[in-house]
Nanobody, 122 residues
């Protein structure tokens, strides 16, 4: 089992920044890829970014490339999503997930956090 707890969401003005955190615990979580997904009201959950815990290799959705950065802290067992130049289109519930690899398909991820709300005002 892997446990994931997100934090860091909130309300921010367009053009602003937020950093989301995901506390990771459980057995052998370092074997997993870690991903961030988001789901806006009335829309399907979509891939945002992912990182391979062991190597640090990353993968991003085109919509966030150059604005968002995913990282992990091995010592603290944390995964982060730094979000810059936020726009109203980034408003969603953001979920941390653990799974196989760093792909964009949500079915690859077996473990999910409870989500944290990000709201960007225009």
């Amino acid at each position: 089992q892997v446990q994931l707890v997100e934090s860091g969401g909130g309300l921010v003005q367009a053009g602003g920044s937020l950093r989301l955190s995901c506390a990771v615990s459980g057995r052998t979580f370092t074997r997993y890829g870690m991903g961030w997904f988001r789901q806006a009201p009335g829309k399907e959950r979509e891939f945002v970014a992912a990182i391979i815990w062991s190597s640090g290799s990353t993968n991003y959705a085109d919509s966030v490339k150059g604005r968002f950065t995913i990282s992990r802290d091995n010592a603290k067992n944390m995964v982060y999503l730094q979000m810059n130049s936020l726009g109203p289109e980034d408003t969603a519930v953001y979920y941390c997930a653990a799974g196989v690899g760093a792909g964009a398909y949500s079915g690859l991820y077996a473990y999910w956090g409870q989500g944290t709300q990000v709201t960007v005002s225009s």
